[in-house]
């Protein structure tokens, strides 16, 4: 999503109003609550051990109003058996019961800010029953500082605008709309303006796609950021299209990730400078170098697979499509032929959490090797317990589902 669900939610965490809160009283400048990192049990028990996160789709979920390149969102149409406003509402009720207070909730997108009063009501959802609740938007709604008065004092605790570049022609490029880097910058402005006039309890932040294009001026896009007045910037390694409609394999991807050795060795030579130059107490920010294993095995290699199961998603996430079907991981389609462990229509959230078909996958999933488990996200252990499998281990491993048979 791009959300960047990637971000390092304990990163964000650390992130106070860093910019433009100076001349504010101590104790209006908020901090976002943490969210419980997953415990390491002997055995995982789902009925003592109830799930953090909530990614919840909304009616636009599964459309975009922009057209990005590496997603293809934009292609899709919503189908007519989605869940209703008020049944989204009562999954919230649900997954408060089952998280208590701290719980996260993301409204998933599509882009989420095309039914604003969809989102007003989610989002007033969480806050009133003591729940995070974030987002990821392109900003194209937020034209006015009326909306976006509106935006950060709705129960929103974290928005997250995509922007891939400080320089235009970059940013219209990924984006696939001309224009949309003065509505995107504007956007941010007015929602800094409206937090900082409000003392609004929200984190703000600015996240990229790096691909060959932007990744030379990483830094100085940090830097562009932080002149914006956000609490965070963030970025995330350009991957396989999302939702890949083309006929003709991934054009995108494959032109601009990083192919020869040259260009891997700069690539991995400039994150890790970014990082540890420009996160930490001394920078905006939200990698660490907690990530930068992940980050530097991806570049070389993008399919690599994880020499030791660390993915904690099956242990922590519920994810509930537009038609409210379930699954425990955003890639549960590459591990299973049917990635769904039920629906919200036929069982509660309690049910499905601690469900004998939840078991089951969680049993495969407890052996997944994919990388994607490594991200700040999911990650379980920390960096330096893992590493990348060796060729021969890899070769071996395929994915879950072959191994253990598709579930």
Same mark, same amino acid.
């Given at each position: ?21 100076? +001349?504010?009283? #101590? ?41 990005c ?41 599509g ?8 989102? =007003?009501?989610?989002?007033?959802a969480?806050? &009133? ?19 976006a ?46 937090? +900082? ?14 691909f060959?294009?932007?990744? /030379? ?35 995108? =991807? ?35 170098? /907690? &990530? ?5 095995n991806?570049?070389? /290699?993008? &399919? ?10 099956? #242990?922590?996430?519920?994810?509930? &499509? ?28 309690? #049910?499905?959490w ?24 999911h ?7 893992w590493?990348?499998?060796t ?5 071996? !491993?395929?994915?879950?589902?072959? !191994?253990?048979?598709?579930?």
């Open positions: 999503m791009t959300f960047s669900i990637s971000t390092p939610l304990a990163s964000i965490r650390r992130i106070l109003f860093r910019t433009r809160t100076e +001349d504010l009283p #101590e104790e209006t400048i908020p901090t976002i609550p943490a969210i419980p990192e997953p415990a390491i049990p002997l055995a995982f028990d789902p009925t003592r051990q109830p799930p953090l996160v909530l990614f919840l789709s909304m009616s636009t979920s599964n459309i975009c109003n922009f057209r390149k590496f997603c293809h969102i934009w292609m899709n149409e919503d189908p007519s058996n989605e869940l209703t406003v008020a049944e989204r509402i009562d999954v919230i009720d649900q997954f408060a019961a089952l998280s208590g207070p701290g719980g996260c909730v993301f409204p998933a997108g882009e989420v800010t095309m039914d604003l009063p969809e989102l =007003f009501a989610l989002a007033g969480c806050r &009133d029953r003591g729940l995070q609740c974030r987002i990821a938007t392109n900003g194209s709604a937020i034209l006015t500082p009326e909306v008065s509106q935006i950060v004092l709705s129960g929103l605790t974290c928005i997250t605008v995509s922007l891939d570049s400080h320089h235009r022609e970059i940013h219209e490029y990924t984006r696939g709309m001309k224009g949309c880097f003065d509505e995107t910058v504007n956007a941010i402005r007015l929602l800094v303006e409206a937090r +900082d006039r409000h003392a609004a309890p929200v984190i703000i932040g600015a996240a990229c796609v790096v060959d294009q932007n990744l /030379d001026e990483l830094e100085e896009f940090v830097d562009y950021c932080h002149g914006l007045g956000v609490n965070f910037a963030d970025f995330s390694l350009l991957g396989r299209t999302f939702a890949n409609q083309s006929r003709h394999g991934d054009p995108f =991807f494959e032109k601009h990730f990083w192919w020869t050795p040259e260009a891997k060795q700069r690539a991995k030579e400039k994150v890790d400078s970014v990082i540890r130059h420009k996160s930490g107490a001394a920078g905006l920010l939200a990698r660490t170098v /907690d &990530d930068l294993p992940f980050m530097l991806y570049i070389d /290699d993008p &399919d690599f697979r994880i020499s030791t199961p660390i993915c904690a998603s099956h #242990e922590r996430n519920l994810v509930v &499509d537009t038609t409210g079907r379930v699954s425990l991981c955003f890639n549960a389609s590459m591990i299973f032929q049917d990635p769904h462990i039920g629906s919200v229509k036929e069982s509660t959230l309690s #049910e499905l601690t469900g004998r078909k939840t078991e089951e996958y969680r049993s495969v999933m407890n052996e997944c090797r994919l990388n994607c488990g490594a991200l700040g996200c990650r379980r252990m920390d960096a330096s317990s590493a990348p499998a060729t021969e281990a890899a070769a071996s !491993q395929g994915t879950p589902a072959l !191994q253990a048979g598709a579930v």
